[in-house]
């Protein structure tokens, strides 16, 4: 592999509890729709547990299980997805605000991170920290 390849992340799994995995579903549908986010694909795996990957209209990048009965609690994960503009980032935020999640970042520059780092930050009913972010100025769609 040459020096210019680059590495991407194909997709992300987590694990939903059974009994609030149509709600999670729909709230992450719901706030990452203002980015192109729809349900792709959906099947029972072979324990009979319902799979759903959702994503962009080439390819699911984030598949939700429905927990086994007796599973460990997951540890929260931190999803971070790329905007095209700053107006994506405050819809992401705005829609979650309205489904009840718990606000980690209100829509804003970070230049800690770097001077263009336009985010914002929310906690999922199952503690996950999900991150929509444009890395560009906003004239650099």
């Known amino acids: ?6 590495v991407g992340l ?12 149509d709600k ?11 980015l192109g986010v729809e349900e792709r694909y ?3 795996n072979s324990d009979k ?3 759903v990957g959702i994503g962009l209209a ?5 598949w939700l299980t429905e927990s086994k009965a007796d599973a460990v609690d997951p540890r929260p994960a931190h999803i971070a997805i790329t905007a095209d503009t700053r107006a994506q980032v405050d819809e992401f935020h705005k829609l979650a605000m309205e489904q009840g999640l718990k606000c980690n970042g209100t829509p804003g520059l970070r230049e800690h991170y770097h001077p ?26």
């Open 1 to 6: 592999m040459s020096s210019s390849s680059m």
């Open 10 to 21: 194909d997709h992300l799994g987590i694990e939903v509890p059974a009994d609030s995995f």
């Open 24 to 34: 999670v579903l729909k709230t992450y549908l719901t706030i990452l729709g203002p």
């Open 42 to 44: 959906r099947v029972a």
């Open 49 to 51: 547990r319902t799979v």
């Open 58 to 62: 080439t390819k699911p990048f984030l």
């Open 116 to 141: 263009n780092y336009y985010g914002a930050f929310v906690i999922d009913q199952m503690g996950n920290n999900l991150e929509v972010v444009k890395h560009l100025p906003e004239e650099a769609a």
